[in-house]
């Protein structure tokens, strides 16, 4: 037969089994309360403890219930030879009270002795006999006897339940004690989840992390084997240029022996070079001399020629007009034959006033002139150029130079100083010719030493106010507001204010100055008719030179100057308002070209007052005619009959000019 399971047997089971504490309050012994648990849980759960028990019940159901009881009592105050379980959590719940609590039933009630009895009945099948009423004593003998047993078991019981108060006690702190361990678990199970989870997140991410390595391993090992590729190349290419840097070790050793010969012979080279220098210095010296000694020469040559030319320029009829009678004009020869450049001019003119006293007309009367070089009509530009590019390079080597051409209009004076329609560069005239000269010129001193600037400018003087023709924009056609001035306090050099200086340096830049002068005297020409006939046109280059190496420097004026036309005003037309104005403009011009011939007489003669101021122009070209200048003066012809007068007049003011040249001039006298 199963023994009795006490509750306390659970209890200390379930303390010492630690079941999960939300069962385990279940378990606790409680009044009125039954275990919630299947038979097979229990058995489960108390199968250590049964056995235990089982052992222990065989001796507890040998003893006699009430024996056991009663023993029980001086046993649990320490007396007890009832071995004890191993107790853990619960040690105080001793095994000998489980049958105690379980079996104690109220006995039977021993019969009461009869009165007068003090012994009880002999007991009779195990039951004590019941005393007959009488037994009063023995009653009460038994009921004492009863009493006490009550009385000892009262107190076994009170034990008993101190005993349960204080486990239910203990049961509660180890609740108490256990809820707090659950809810630590729980913490930490909580805390254990969280870490599962960020555990888990952290091996995803270190899977993807594993993942993207492996494919970073694969490209790394085809990189890998791409690198041993190139390393095996690179090996070979190494292994190339080792041999290549053996070879080039070889000729470097060659080299440099032949480097040692070649500088040997460099040093002897060097030698050479200075003792070639030192030659080429002294060369350079002798050079420098010579072109010093040429400038002189030079001077010499044209002083020589006489420092005032006169060239006389006749230009061919043109299409449309009358041809001259022959004779008109000749040109005879020179002392050596045609072959000589003409010098001389022959002009005839018949005067139909002075016919004989028979009436026959007079024999044309021939006008002979000599001058330094006669141009007939055939000469080219080119022809004429030649003859004065020597004296233009006078002004490169610092002589101020002065080129006129003087004539009535339409005697080809601009013909000559700029160049003829259309832009032919054989008519090109002696401005852009002279330019050219000089540009090329400098740049072939430039290989000796010298460096040049060059600046130009362009004015016209009419009826003696003076206009810059270089004028650009809003000032374009304007006159009058240009004065002559000396260029500084002191200063010999004339500059005129409000008029462009423009620096040049090649042709293409004085053919846009001559193009632009053009133009403005064209606007000039819409305002007055034909006032570009009625003034003087002035074109100036400043020349300046430098030679750094030795110090020298240079500087001269080059003056090309197309006079106004020298014709005067025909005394037979009627002086209505045009014509007093034309009188006033001719009187200017008459005025300031008398002043030039007087000029150039009192330079002649050496006069110690030269009247430059005495007209514009003169006061222009001041510094272009005295001291050392190189003048030379066009004097312009027309070929035509009807202009004999006015020919005959520019020769003849020519000729003056051409008696106060010295030298040369001389010989030329009539
Ligand atoms: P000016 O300036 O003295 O008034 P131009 O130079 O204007 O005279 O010449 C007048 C005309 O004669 C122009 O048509 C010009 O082309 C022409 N002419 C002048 N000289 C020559 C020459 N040497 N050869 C050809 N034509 C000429
Ligand atoms: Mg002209």
């Known amino acids: 037969m199963e023994p009795q399971r ?3 047997l659970e209890v200390k089971g379930n303390i010492e089994l630690k079941r999960p504490l939300a069962k385990a309050a279940s378990r606790l012994p409680l009044s009125g309360r039954r275990l919630k648990r299947g038979p097979d849980q229990m058995e489960e759960a108390l199968e250590p403890e049964k056995k235990r028990t089982r052992g222990l019940g065989t001796r507890v159901t040998t003893t006699h219930p ?39 039933k ?121 690198l041993q590729q190139e390393q095996l190349r690179l090996q070979e290419e190494r292994r190339g240029l080792a041999a290549q840097l053996g070879e080039q070790e070889r000729r470097l050793q060659t080299s440099e022996a032949s480097l040692s010969d070649s500088q040997a012979e460099v040093a002897s080279l060097r030698q050479a070079a200075a003792a070639r220098e030192a030659v080429l210095a002294e060369r350079e010296d002798r050079l420098h001399g010579l072109e010093m000694e040429r400038r002189r020469l030079h001077n010499q040559l044209q002083e020589l020629k006489g420092n005032i030319r006169v060239f006389c320029r006749v230009r061919p009829v043109l299409p449309g007009e009358s041809t001259p009678s022959p004779g008109f004009l000749q040109f005879p020869s020179g002392p050596c034959g045609p072959s000589d450049p003409p010098t001389r001019l022959s002009l005839s003119r018949s005067d139909e006033r002075r016919g004989t006293l028979s009436g026959a007309p007079a024999a044309p009367t021939r006008h ?22 020597m004296l233009v390079q006078s002004a490169l080597d610092g002589y ?70 270089l004028a650009t924009g809003a000032r374009k056609g304007q006159g009058g507001e240009c004065e002559i001035r000396r260029a500084g306090p002191g200063s010999e050099e004339l500059t005129v204010t409000n008029a462009r200086y423009v620096p040049v340096s090649c042709e293409r830049e004085v053919e846009a100055l001559l193009h632009l002068a053009r133009q403005n005297r064209a606007v000039a020409r819409t305002a007055q008719n034909e006032r570009s006939s009625r003034s003087h046109s002035v074109f100036q280059l400043q020349i300046s030179g430098e030679h750094a190496g030795r110090g020298l420097q240079c500087a001269a004026p080059l003056s090309l100057v197309d006079l106004a036309g020298s014709e005067r005003l025909d005394p037979g037309l009627a002086l ?41 122009l003169t006061y222009l070209l001041q510094n272009s005619l005295g001291g050392s200048a190189k003048m030379l003066m066009f004097v312009n012809i027309s070929p035509l009959e009807e202009n004999v007068s006015e020919s005959l007049n520019s020769l003849r003011f020519a000729s003056k000019v051409n008696q ?4 040369t001039a001389q010989a030329n006298k009539k």
Request: aromatic share 6%; with cysteine.
């Open 576 to 616: 209505g308002p045009g014509e007093r104005e034309r009188l006033r403009e001719t009187q200017a011009i008459n005025s300031s070209l008398s002043t030039l011939g007087l000029v150039i007489m009192a330079l002649s003669n050496k006069e110690s007052h030269v009247p430059y101021r005495n007209s514009k």
């Open 66 to 104: 009430r024996a056991a009881a009663l023993n029980s009592a001086p046993q649990t105050q320490g007396q007890t030879a009832v071995p004890r379980a191993p107790r853990k959590s619960a040690p105080r719940y001793s095994m000998a009270v489980a049958p105690v609590l379980k079996t104690q």
């Open 660 to 663: 106060c040249v010295i030298g």
């Open 400 to 469: 101020p130079v002065c080129i006129f051409a003087y004539g009535q209009t339409g005697s080809g004076k601009t013909f000559t100083m700029e160049g003829g329609p259309g832009g032919d560069p054989r008519l090109e005239g002696l401005i852009p010719r002279a330019l050219r000269h000089l540009f090329s010129v400098a740049q072939e001193l430039r290989g000796q030493g010298w460096t040049y600037s060059f600046v130009a400018s362009y004015v016209e003087i009419y009826n003696e106010t003076v206009r810059d023709l």
């Open 368 to 389: 002979d002139f000599s001058f330094d070089r006669v141009f007939p009509p055939g000469s080219g530009q080119d022809e004429v150029f030649e003859e004065i590019s």
């Open 6 to 8: 006490s509750p306390l």
């Open 106 to 226: 109220p006995g039977p009630v021993v019969p009461a002795q009869k009165p007068g009895t003090t012994a009880a009945p002999p007991m009779v099948g195990g039951k004590k006999p019941k005393r007959p009423a009488w037994d009063l004593k023995g009653q009460l003998c038994d009921l004492n006897a009863e009493l006490k047993c009550y009385r000892e078991r009262k107190q076994v019981l009170d034990q008993e339940n101190q005993q349960l108060q204080d486990q239910l006690r203990e049961a509660k702190q180890q609740a108490s004690v256990l809820g707090a361990e659950r809810r630590t678990l729980e913490e930490e199970l909580t805390r254990v989840r969280a870490q599962a989870e960020q555990g888990q997140r952290e091996l995803g991410n270190l899977s993807a992390r594993v993942l993207e390595l492996e494919e970073r391993l694969g490209t790394q090992e085809g990189l890998v084997q791409e």
